[in-house]
């Protein structure tokens, strides 16, 4: 692959709306805000394609992740990251063989539509102390549909959390697990990208331009995540899912 420098996205509005997209993204990346990185995605879009969005993000993704698992490395639930892994890989597979025939605005309808719902039924039926955690096969079906809608969209982050929540980790063992699973989960999309024709030298530029970012809001989240309380890190939580969830759903139908 030859990289030719003038490939390189030159267009202002792009990198207006794609700096603060990375740095919610790195910010998310740490668990703190969990959700708000799929707005990633949309928001770059209203500058390039969904597609073309989601392979600039690609190595930025790949930096975000390896400061994630060293930050975390000793924190993360190796049970539940064993559960999770299999599916969160399944879903990648059913999202690159149908990548071409679904609509990204279609899946983002879906995943924001799914987000509401759960954030309703969190309302209408709030967990007791003692309720029990989530039946497994709920947790394969989320975190198969995770997978999915990351390699659609990277919008893998509702879905997952829909199943993580009611299992009331504290806030860093939570972060650290994610942290793991969509480290797996990101890097098992390089290889149908490539199939694909997404990881070409202009994008990949492009990315390197914005990659300066990643560590910054990766930062800002460990700080966050490791000084807030659990009652207002889940907080924070179903308020990003809340807009993540009202964003998604609009820029769908619309």
């Known amino acids: 692959m030859v990289f030719v420098p003038s490939a390189i996205i030159t267009d202002p509005y ?54 994630g698992i060293a930050a975390f490395r000793k924190d993360f639930d190796p049970v539940l990251l064993k559960f999770l892994l ?5 879903g990648i597979g059913i999202g ?12 983002a309808a879906m995943v924001g539509g799914f987000t ?12 007791r102390p003692d309720s029990a955690p989530p039946p497994r096969w709920l947790g394969a079906l989320l975190t ?5 809608t990351s390699f659609i969209a990277h919008a893998g982050g509702p879905p997952i959390t829909a199943y993580i929540i009611p299992l009331r980790l504290s806030p860093v063992r939570f972060t650290a ?3 793991f699973f969509f480290f797996v989960v990101n890097l098992a999309k390089w290889i149908p990208y490539g199939f694909l024709g997404l ?11 914005l990659l300066p970012l990643a560590p910054l809001g990766v930062w800002v989240g460990v700080r966050m995540a490791r000084r807030i309380s659990q009652v207002l890190f889940y907080r924070f939580l179903y308020a990003g899912m809340f807009l993540t969830g009202i964003k998604l759903l609009w820029d769908g139908l619309a």
Do not use: C, E, W
């Open 177 to 179: 697990t994610m942290a």
């Open 86 to 90: 299999p599916f969160g890989v399944l």
């Open 116 to 127: 509401l719902l759960f954030l309703v039924q969190r309302l209408l039926f709030p967990p």
């Open 144 to 148: 198969t549909t995770s997978g999915f």
């Open 14 to 67: 792009f990198y207006a709306v794609s700096i603060p997209a990375v740095l919610l993204l790195g910010v998310s990346k740490s668990g703190f805000g969990a959700g708000f990185g799929s707005l990633a995605v949309p928001m770059m879009a209203l500058a390039v394609t969904v597609p073309q969005a989601a392979a600039i993000l690609m190595p930025v993704l790949l930096v975000m992740d390896i400061l």
């Open 96 to 107: 690159a063989l149908l990548f071409k025939l679904l609509d990204a605005h279609t899946v």
């Open 199 to 209: 990881l070409d030298s202009r994008n990949m530029l492009t990315s390197l331009v």
